[in-house]
T-cell receptor, first 111, second 114 residues
Framework: SQQGEEDPQALSIQEGENATMNCSYKTSINNLQWYRQNSGRGLVHLIL?????REKHSGRLRVTLDTSKKSSSLLITASRAADTASYFC???????????FGEGTQLTVNP | DAGVIQSPRHEVTEMGQEVTLRCKPISGHNSLFWYRQTMMRGLELLIYFNNNVPIDDSGMPEDRFSAKMPNASFSTLKIQPSEPRDSAVYFC????????????FGPGTRLTVL
């Protein structure tokens, strides 16, 4: 099974609401990254959190990391229709520089 | 900065034909990754290079797949012979090892094998 597993698989909310996506992983990591993918496009890096960090902010994004539970969450505040996309977590394991991606959460923000 | 460039963007071919996908990484990046994305299997790492040397090709499905990186600015992924189950979107990504290891993805090549 994949290193990163997102939850939920799909999320539908109204514009202005907050969206929270979760990611769990299995092994020791150097960092965890979140990416966004719009339909038909490549993935775009959003934010990176290192294993010694617990929380990080970037604009309307807030990421938390709990290494004891091997889990992370991505919070998008005040969502917009343009936030509609798939969101993936990716982990860089301590054993190397490759990233392992989860299966993604499909977020739909309704106007 | 043009970002990661992939060609072609779309490829439709018949089973048994050879397919070559191309990638130009971001200048200065020393790691290059090939991924395949399908609805059934999600995003899979096929192979990655560091300083033009293949480091991990454990994700390459079978001998029909091969990848090369003859220099720092060009890589190819070849499928010969192609099969319908190879239909997918193939992404190339590059990064600077030693930095944040953020990967920059190209727009992908949508491959359809009939």
């Amino acid at each position: 099974s994949q290193q990163g597993e997102e939850d939920p698989q799909a999320l539908s909310i109204q514009e202005g609401e907050n969206a929270t996506m979760n990611c769990s992983y299995k092994t020791s990591i150097n960092n965890l990254q979140w990416y966004r993918q719009n339909s038909g496009r490549g993935l775009v890096h959003l934010i990176l959190i290192r294993s010694n960090e617990r929380e990080k902010h970037s604009g309307r994004l807030r990421v938390t990391l709990d290494t004891s539970k091997k889990s992370s969450s991505l919070l998008i505040t005040a969502s917009r229709a343009a936030d509609t996309a798939s969101y993936f977590c990716a982990t860089e394991e301590t054993s190397g520089s490759r990233l392992t991606f989860g299966e993604g959460t499909q977020l739909t923000v309704n106007p | 900065d043009a970002g990661v460039i992939q060609s072609p963007r779309h490829e439709v071919t018949e089973m048994g034909q050879e397919v070559t996908l191309r990638c130009k990484p971001i200048s200065g990046h020393n790691s290059l990754f090939w991924y395949r994305q399908t609805m059934m299997r999600g995003l899979e790492l096929l192979i990655y290079f560091n300083n033009n040397v293949p480091i991990d090709d454990s994700g390459m499905p079978e001998d029909r797949f091969s990848a090369k990186m003859p220099n720092a600015s060009f890589s190819t992924l070849k499928i010969q012979p192609s099969e319908p189950r190879d239909s997918a979107v193939y992404f190339c990504a590059s990064s600077m090892e030693g930095g944040n290891n953020e990967q920059f993805f190209g727009p992908g090549t949508r491959l359809t094998v009939l």
